[in-house]
C-alpha cells in the first residue's frame, strides 16, 4: 500500500534569500531575517525547548552567586540529542539552507545547537566572537539566532558589531567582563544593530563577527535556540586552547586535526544537491 507523501513543514520549505541579502550578509557579517518562522511553528517549538530549559534551571545556582558569563544565560547544549521534537527543528532544512546560502557553501554540517535563555534579571552577555572556541580550520561558520518570544529593547536583544568579523584584535578574549570592555572599544567604529526581535525572526551572524546582549530587565525569561552550522567541507584545526580540545572532544567526537569536521553528531543538513 502507498502512502501519501507528508506535506513538507515550514521547518523545511526554503525561505527566499535576495542577493542584496546576501551580499548585507557578507559586509556586515550578521542579518536579521524577518518571518523566517510564523507564530504557531514558533509555538509548538518553543514548548519542547522550554520544558528542558525549566527543567535545567531548577539545578542553576541563583543569579547572585554566578559569574559574568553565568548571569548572561541558562546555556543547554545538543538539546537535538535528548528530544526528537527538538531534533526536527535542529534539522530544519529552511533553516540550514539560510545559512548555506549566506556562507556561499555547497552544504553544511552542525557543529551544535544551544539554548541561551537569559533569565528575569540575567546579566548582559559581554563582547565576543563565537569562533574563539571552535577548532574549525574555516570562517565558514554561522551561528542562527531564533527568539522563542519576541525580544524587545529591554530583554537583551542580540546586538551585532557591523563589519566586526574583519577585525583581528580581541579575538583571543573569552566572554568574560574585559571582553566587554576590551572589544567594545575595538569595535567603536563599527555601527552596533541592537533592535529588537519580532516572533519569527531569526538572525544569522558570522563566527568572527563581535556581538553581545543587553541585560534581561524584564520579569520574563528570555527564551532563544541557536543552531550553529559549519561548512560541510571544512576540516579540524589543531587545537590552541583548552576550549578547542574541549570543543573537539564535546561536538566532534573522533575527529582530528586536519580531517573532515563530520562526526557522528555533524550531520550534513543541507546540500545544495538537495536543492
Ligand atoms: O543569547 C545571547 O545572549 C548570546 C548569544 C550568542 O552569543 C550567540 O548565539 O553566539
Known amino acids: 500500500m502507498s502512502h501519501p507523501r507528508p506535506a513538507p513543514t515550514l521547518l523545511d520549505l526554503p525561505y527566499t534569500l535576495s542577493t542584496e541579502a546576501i551580499a548585507q550578509f557578507q559586509t556586515a557579517g550578521f542579518i536579521k531575517l524577518k518571518e523566517v518562522f510564523d ?37 543547554l547544549e545538543n538539546l537535538w540529542r535528548t528530544s526528537a521534537v527538538i531534533e526536527e527543528f535542529t534539522r530544519s532544512r529552511r533553516l540550514a539552507r539560510l545559512a548555506a546560502e549566506l556562507m556561499g557553501c555547497d552544504r553544511v554540517r552542525l557543529y551544535h545547537d544551544q539554548a541561551l535563555c537569559k533569565e528575569a534579571g540575567g546579566g548582559l ?106 561548512d560541510g567541507d571544512a576540516t579540524v584545526a589543531e587545537p590552541r586552547s583548552s576550549f578547542h580540545v574541549n570543543d573537539l572532544a564535546n561536538w566532534m567526537p573522533g575527529c582530528v586535526p586536519g580531517g573532515l569536521a563530520a562526526s557522528p553528531l555533524n550531520p550534513v543538513l543541507w546540500d545544495r544537491s538537495w536543492a
Open 125 to 230: 552577555t559581554p563582547w565576543h566572537a563565537d569562533q574563539h572556541y571552535w577548532p574549525l580550520a574555516t570562517d565558514r561558520t554561522v551561528t542562527a539566532w531564533v527568539p522563542l518570544q519576541a525580544v524587545p529593547a529591554e530583554m537583551g536583544p542580540l546586538a551585532f558589531a557591523a563589519g566586526s568579523q574583519r577585525i583581528l584584535s580581541g579575538r583571543h578574549l573569552a566572554i568574560s567582563d574585559e571582553s566587554e570592555r576590551e572589544i567594545g572599544l575595538t569595535i567603536k567604529d563599527c555601527p552596533v544593530n541592537e533592535t529588537p526581535f519580532d516572533v519569527g525572526e531569526v538572525s544569522f551572524h558570522a563566527g568572527w563577527t563581535f556581538h553581545r546582549a543587553g541585560a534581561n530587565r524584564t520579569d520574563r525569561i528570555r527564551h532563544v535556540m541557536t543552531v550553529i552550522y559549519h
Open 39 to 75: 507564530a504557531s511553528t514558533i509555538a509548538h517549538y518553543r514548548q519542547a525547548i522550554v520544558a528542558k530549559v525549566e527543567e535545567f534551571a531548577r539545578q542553576a545556582p541563583p543569579l547572585s552567586e554566578r559569574t559574568t558569563y553565568g548571569k548572561a544565560f541558562l546555556q
